[in-house]
């Protein structure tokens, strides 16, 4: 019941979703509105250790954080053929998010937004339990005294939902001459067993619950024997059975993600018509030309690597089933693309799995196929990534078979944009209001004399049959004129009306142009808009890594400028220690105290070097260069003072220079 809004004919399409990047590196880029380029992280090599050549993937299209999701349901339309939808990724890559999102936001996903529009598409939606569900993907059509009996049996709906966003979009492609109503059904594949999840009685244990997979003899498809199928009549109503059995699905926590699914998740949309009665707004149970449209909207489960997950026990078993069921679809699908490839018809794996063998119809050509790959651009998930790029290539090379669909035979006002609901009751107000037309008896001439003749001269006889049959052509050419004058103004009536009518058309067909017209502008600059936006972020992108590695350069340079101010400031301190040892070089000693010869060479701690004067002793005069080592020779030698040994003792090694030999 999808169909593309493009107007794709094509029976299978897949298309790429994008998942918002958490970390800075990105393993996906997107190139344009149809290719996805892979992008290796950083150090990583191939098997055979050699370096990742980025490989680019087509899609019919590609979908990125910017695009909504609305944006991605209107790309799919109802129509009346079978469809299967799907997400494939792996885990935590957004598919349950794309399949149902949250229905009390605009984040709700495609599961909600098909059923709103699938009910404000619908022209004769029936009440219940005038259809009846046989268990064996059959239906039949019951009597009105026993619908009116089950229908006293049903409890009211309640609704937990307070607040739903709802899809507008409707679609024109049902036929408006058929009744119909609409059934649910929800099952999971747990451990490759099937479960009814609409099963009140179903519980975590999964004990002596499952369902088995048949053919059916006439139609040929594969249905799920004996579950729970709930005739909803609105789209809260089919919501709320919807949220109530998903709390009985398989979802735990894992080490990827806190909401794990443990099982592949089908919910099944049937939509069951049948002609209506010419008489009575009843299905026909006498033609026996019901017809089921079904849609799957499939939420599978995604691919694990116990290595990420580190999985045990009953995780790691639920894993292993899970990663089974995803490599017997692969294998169904590279079996196809290779029988068309080599003209060869070698068996495909259906029933290796429960998921496979449960969607072969469709991958033999009943009805279309629409998949979408949902992929995380983290540099964690490249391998599993590539794996999923894969998968799409073969799927996108399959070309199923076309098979002919039922086609409906033309009836009497069948097929116009008007349902037979409002028909019968415009019907029903104009009898209200005009009454039932009944043919009206009028005496338009009055009944002519009696022809009798007395003898053969009575003239009074002639002259009265004379006189009435000439006041009779009167009358009659009066009527005749009056008829013609009536004639005149329907005909002109009926031509106003007409004329009316064809320009109410063209008004409306070009209204029609002008709107659809609009719609296209408008495609066109929402995706000029995206483009810009994609653009934008690409700019955003690149001027947040141009403004980091400004600010590391800018770092860098002050970090160069600290050291080159640390070594100029030791640079300095070792001058003013050379100038110092030249200073003690050049005079004489005076002192043979070692503690008065360090204190040359230290510098005072309160005083910054930079702001440290030189200053010469004003009490002393001026040394003479040439004379200094004569005079202290020559006052050591008269010296008298007697010096104390304890506390002035000399050191054998004052009078040593400090300078090193090689200085």
Not at 235 to 250: G, M, N, P, S, V
Not at 367 to 395: T, W, Y
Not at 558 to 586: G, M, P
Request: charged share 30%; with cysteine; proline share 4%.
């Amino acid at each position: 019941m999808t169909g593309n809004q493009d107007g794709s004919s094509k029976s299978l399409e897949v298309v790429c979703r994008i998942a918002p990047k958490n970390g800075k590196e990105s393993c996906v880029s997107l190139v344009d509105d149809r290719y996805v380029k892979l992008i290796a992280p950083m150090n990583y090599v191939t098997r055979n250790n050699d370096a990742f050549i980025e490989k680019l993937y087509k899609f019919d299209c590609v979908f990125d954080e910017n695009d909504t999701q609305r944006d991605i349901f209107r790309r799919y339309l109802i129509s009346g053929n079978d469809s299967l939808l799907f997400t494939y990724g792996v885990t935590g890559s957004g598919k349950t998010f794309t399949m149902t999102g949250n229905a009390e936001s605009d984040n709700s996903g495609l599961l909600p937004r098909t059923l709103d529009v699938i009910f404000r598409s619908l022209p004769n939606v029936m009440e219940k339990c005038i259809f009846k569900p046989n268990g064996r993907n059959g239906f039949a059509i019951q009597t009105e005294e026993k619908a009116q009996l089950e229908r006293r049996t049903i409890p009211l709906p309640s609704y937990s939902i307070a607040k739903r966003l709802v899809e507008t979009v409707a679609t024109k492609s049902l036929n408006h001459s058929r009744c119909c109503a609409v059934f649910i059904s929800y099952i999971e594949i747990y451990n490759d067993m099937c479960y009814d999840l609409l099963d009140e009685n179903l519980t975590d244990e999964r004990l002596f619950t499952s369902k088995n997979i048949r053919i059916d003899s006439v139609t040929r498809k594969a249905y799920v024997e004996k579950i729970k199928e709930v005739e909803v009549e609105s789209c809260d109503e089919a919501i709320e059975q919807f949220l109530q059995a998903q709390e009985r699905r398989k979802i735990a926590k894992t080490l990827l993600n806190k909401s794990s699914s443990r099982s592949h998740s089908i919910f099944i949309i049937r939509l069951v018509s049948a002609s209506l009665q010419k008489d009575k707004y009843y299905p026909d149970s006498m033609k026996n030309d019901i017809h089921v449209a079904e849609m799957s909207l499939v939420d599978l489960a995604g691919s694990e690597r116990a290595k990420r997950t580190l999985n045990i026990d009953e995780r790691l078993a639920e894993s292993n089933k899970i990663n089974q069921s995803l490599l017997t679809l692969r294998q169904c699908m590279e079996r196809l693309r290779d029988n068309q490839r080599t003209q060869q018809h070698l068996p495909v794996p259906y029933r290796d799995s429960k998921l496979t063998y449960l969607f072969k119809t469709y991958f033999e050509g009943f009805g279309s196929i629409r998949m979408i790959v949902c992929v995380n651009p983290q540099a964690s998930d490249f391998e599993e990534n590539l794996h999923v790029m894969a998968f799409a290539k073969a799927s996108r090379e399959i070309k199923p078979a076309q098979q002919k669909t039922q086609v409906h035979a033309l009836q009497e006002l069948n097929n116009l944009p008007f349902n037979r609901r409002d028909i019968s009751q415009w019907n029903k107000e104009f009898e209200k209001c005009v009454g039932k037309l009944q043919p009206l008896l009028m005496e338009l001439f009055e009944q002519p004399p009696v022809i009798e003749l007395a003898n053969s001269n009575d003239e009074t006889s002639l002259t009265r049959i004379r006189e009435y049959y000439i006041k009779m052509i009167a009358l009659k050419r009066s009527y005749m004129d009056t008829v013609e004058k009536n004639t005149e103004t329907l005909a002109s009536g009926v031509k106003s009306r007409l004329c009316f009518g064809d320009l109410i058309s063209n008004q409306n067909a070009e209204l029609l142009s002008e709107l659809n017209g609009l719609r296209t502008e408008y495609a066109n600059l929402n995706n000029d808009f995206k483009r810009l936006k994609r653009q934008n972020n690409s700019l955003k992108t690149a001027l947040s890594r141009y403004e980091a590695i400004e600010e590391n350069d800018k770092r860098r340079e002050e970090e160069e400028e600290q050291r080159a101010r640390e070594k100029d400031k030791a640079l300095h301190v070792q001058r003013r220690t050379i100038q110092k040892l030249e200073a003690v070089l050049d005079s004489p000693v005076i002192s043979n105290n070692v503690a008065k010869l360090r204190q040359q060479f230290d510098t005072p701690k309160e005083i910054p070097y930079k702001l440290r004067p030189r200053k010469r002793n004003e009490s002393q005069p001026p040394i003479n260069r040439s004379n200094a080592t004569t005079t202290t020779d020559e006052n050591s030698r008269d010296s008298t003072t007697k010096n104390n040994s304890r506390y002035d003792r000399r050191s054998k090694s004052a009078c040593r220079p400090l300078i090193p030999k090689n200085y």
